[in-house]
């Protein structure tokens, strides 16, 4: 009997000791840099495409990609927790980080022990949010108990000091220097905070059972750390879910939790880096539209006031263009930039040498040509109230809603989404005709856009293959622009280190002001002086880059560049900030085989990619030793 009970006993010290070490050997190999994001009934769209703005999924997708981080979504309102949705076909995990933004109060017949398993299990690490946290599978990984969540006017302050979470922020975390700078309607730069913030704000209320506590609000814990095994972590970002987003300090720990529960982390920082944007360039409404109505530029115009202050600046502008013209005599679409007349108001207008002024500023590499639509006017120009082509110049024609392509205020409706997708590829096609490049960028006309889903303007610019429209757009997903912030639009986030600001240049953002007021625009350089001037394809190469991790030795990253929304980087070199929580010194790093020395400062250092399309490899060759 001693001789079969020794036996049992060294069978099951065997297993166990090889469950450990495998294990061990699962929490050396470095974690796959993918995120996924788990929410509830956030997403409006059941199709899963558009993310509309107005709630903190929003932000955080809209973060993420901006961020340049590879994620999955899963929604707890259609799909069930299951182990399929963390393994893989090779039975090893599928992601290094999950990012839990649901309410399991809501769900409570999913299997949160699937949940449990991921993390404890496949060393996946865990970052949960605000009090999404109401049940006992995450309180278990978190290491603390949930208790409510109520009002409180205390500030967010560091508990610790020399964390990798919290290095270098502002204490409290929640103070509001996030100010953004956008263009006043008279051409001005001007400073001002874009969210009003209530003297009391939730938090949540927790007891620590077994975290380490790294800031708290009021003496309660707000953002804590739990090392569930070694080297998988279980990280608590309390706080106020509908606002606390809006603190650039948080937004960075919410960006190094998600490195520390990866391990690591290759992202995009934008601080002080600007998009210089004009509209309306080769659109027909300065010819017919009564209060809008000017001069298009000419050529000296162009290479006097925009190519010779952009070369003396080393910056470039984006020139949101309408190559078709609604030509009332012969009542269709004509190319715009083949017109020379007189219109009815007296002007002469010389599309012509307005083409040859945005040719030399292409040649120069200054300009960049993206599509404001193709005509910027109405696609019905002839139902009631019309037909516009011959009203009177004072009368209907002078109705802004005529000269709203995608969304028809005129008549208060939307355009059918059939007649939207052929002007955006229109546009498309016949600016490639007229400029030899292909636009990635989209504007609306006049914010006129259709909004519902079968109509939606949005997901249509992103199947049409645009890369942003005020937001990430892409073939995975349409992030919904929040109108209003960067001058006339963008990301809400605009201006800081998560996203570049996009600046309408003076005086009007259109060329209307430099047909009115040439000289104005130049002043743009005195109140940006402290920043860098960026493209626009640049900014859509980087968050449609494809990063994804690789088996072997080490850390090995494979950055992928397209020849469609990355060609920027078909000649342009690219910056990436690599995060490595543990790493404050240099690091010797291979880029494509060649080594390159990478400084690293309190976990960050920057990792250069040389030019060129397709596939670059970023090996980090004593990662985790």
């Known amino acids: 009997m001693k001789i079969k009970l020794l036996a049992f006993m060294a069978a099951t010290l065997l297993v166990l000791a090889g469950t450990v070490c495998s294990q061990a050997a699962l929490a050396a190999v470095p974690r796959p840099n993918r995120v996924l994001l788990v929410i509830a009934n956030q997403w409006d769209d059941p199709s899963g495409f558009l993310i509309r703005e107005?709630?903190?999924?929003?932000?955080?997708?809209?973060l993420l990609k901006n961020w340049g981080i590879p994620f999955d979504i899963l929604r707890l309102d259609q799909e069930r927790l299951d182990p399929d949705d963390f393994i893989g076909y090779d039975g090893k995990p599928l992601y290094g980080a999950i990012l839990w933004d649901a309410d399991p109060a809501k769900y409570k017949d999913q299997n949160y022990a699937v949940l449990a398993e991921a993390v404890e299990k496949w060393n996946i690490?865990?970052?949960?949010?605000?009090?999404?946290?109401?049940?006992?599978?995450?309180e278990g990984l978190l290491?603390?108990?949930?208790?409510?969540?109520?009002?409180?006017?205390?500030?967010?302050?560091?508990?610790?000091?020399?964390?990798?979470?919290?290095?270098?922020?502002?204490?409290?975390?929640?103070?509001?220097?996030?100010?953004?700078?956008?263009?006043?309607a008279k051409g001005v730069m001007a400073t001002k905070v874009p969210w009003q913030f209530p003297p009391f704000k939730d938090r949540v209320l927790v007891d620590n059972v077994r975290a380490t506590v790294l800031s708290i609000q009021g003496g309660i814990p707000q953002i804590t750390r739990?090392?569930?095994?070694?080297?998988?972590?279980?990280?608590?970002?309390?706080?106020?879910?509908?606002?606390?987003?809006?603190?650039?300090?948080?937004?960075?720990?919410?960006?190094?939790?998600?490195?520390?529960?990866?391990?690591?982390?290759?992202?995009?920082?934008?601080?002080?880096?600007?998009?210089?944007?004009?509209?309306?360039v080769g659109s027909a409404q300065n010819s017919?539209?009564?209060?809008?109505?000017?001069?298009?530029?000419?050529?000296?115009?162009?290479?006097?006031?925009?190519?010779?202050?952009?070369?003396?600046?080393?910056?470039?502008?984006?020139?949101?263009?309408?190559?078709?013209?609604?030509?009332?005599?012969?009542?269709r679409i004509v190319p715009s930039f083949q017109q020379v007349f007189t219109d009815e108001f007296g002007t002469r207008q010389d599309y012509i040498s307005t083409k040859r002024g945005l040719d030399e500023g292409l040649k120069r590499g200054v300009f960049e040509i993206q599509s404001h639509g193709w005509t910027h006017m109405q696609p019905d120009l002839d139902s009631p109230p019309g037909p516009w082509w011959d009203a009177p110049l004072y009368e209907e024609k002078a109705e802004v809603g005529w000269y709203r392509e995608f969304g028809d205020t005129r008549r208060n409706k939307e355009i059918p989404a059939a007649v939207q997708r052929r002007h955006l590829e229109n546009s498309i096609t016949w600016l490639e005709r007229e400029f030899g490049v292909t636009p990635l960028s989209f504007?609306?006309?006049?914010n006129g856009i259709s909004?519902?889903?079968?109509?939606?303007?949005?997901?249509?610019?992103?199947?049409a293959g645009f890369g942003w429209f005020g937001d990430y757009i892409g073939p995975d997903l349409a992030i919904e622009a929040l109108l209003g912030y960067s001058g006339m639009g963008g990301s809400e986030f605009g201006g800081t280190s998560d996203a570049p600001l996009v600046v309408w240049i003076p005086p009007d953002g259109h060329d209307r002001g430099i047909s009115q007021h040439p000289d104005q625009f130049a002043r743009i350089f005195a109140q940006l002086r402290e920043w860098n001037y960026g493209s626009m394809n640049a900014y859509i190469a980087y968050t449609h880059a494809q990063v994804r991790s690789m088996q072997g030795g080490g850390l090995t990253l494979r950055v992928s560049y397209d020849q469609h929304f990355c060609r920027y980087f078909g000649d342009h070199a690219s910056d990436w900030q690599m995060e490595i929580p543990s790493a404050d010194s240099a690091l010797q790093v291979t880029v494509d085989g060649k080594p390159q020395q990478v400084v690293f400062k309190q976990g960050t250092g920057t990792v250069?990619?040389?030019?060129?399309?397709?596939?670059?490899?970023?090996?980090?060759?004593?990662?985790g030793k």
């Open 443 to 446: 504007v609306a006309g006049g």
């Open 143 to 184: 290491g603390l108990h949930y208790r409510g969540y109520y009002s409180s006017s205390a500030p967010i302050v560091p508990d610790v000091h020399g964390d990798f979470l919290l290095n270098g922020l502002p204490n409290p975390l929640d103070t509001n220097d996030d100010p953004r700078i956008e263009l006043t």
């Open 451 to 463: 909004e519902s889903l079968p109509n939606n303007t949005t997901v249509l610019a992103a199947r």
């Open 608 to 623: 250069r990619i040389p030019p060129g399309l397709g596939t670059h490899t970023i090996t980090v060759p004593g990662f």
């Open 54 to 62: 107005g709630n903190e999924f929003h932000e955080i997708a809209s």
């Open 226 to 280: 739990r090392e569930v095994r070694p080297g998988t972590y279980a990280i608590w970002i309390g706080s106020d879910y509908l606002s606390f987003l809006h603190y650039q300090a948080m937004r960075t720990v919410l960006r190094r939790a998600l490195a520390l529960a990866v391990g690591y982390q290759l992202y995009r920082d934008w601080s002080r880096d600007a998009i210089l944007e004009m509209d309306d």
């Open 288 to 331: 017919w539209l009564e209060s809008w109505h000017y001069a298009t530029l000419t050529q000296d115009q162009i290479e006097k006031r925009l190519i010779e202050p952009l070369e003396n600046h080393h910056a470039l502008l984006a020139i949101n263009a309408c190559p078709g013209f609604v030509d009332r005599n012969a009542r």
């Open 125 to 138: 690490g865990l970052v949960a949010l605000s009090n999404r946290i109401r049940h006992p599978v995450l």
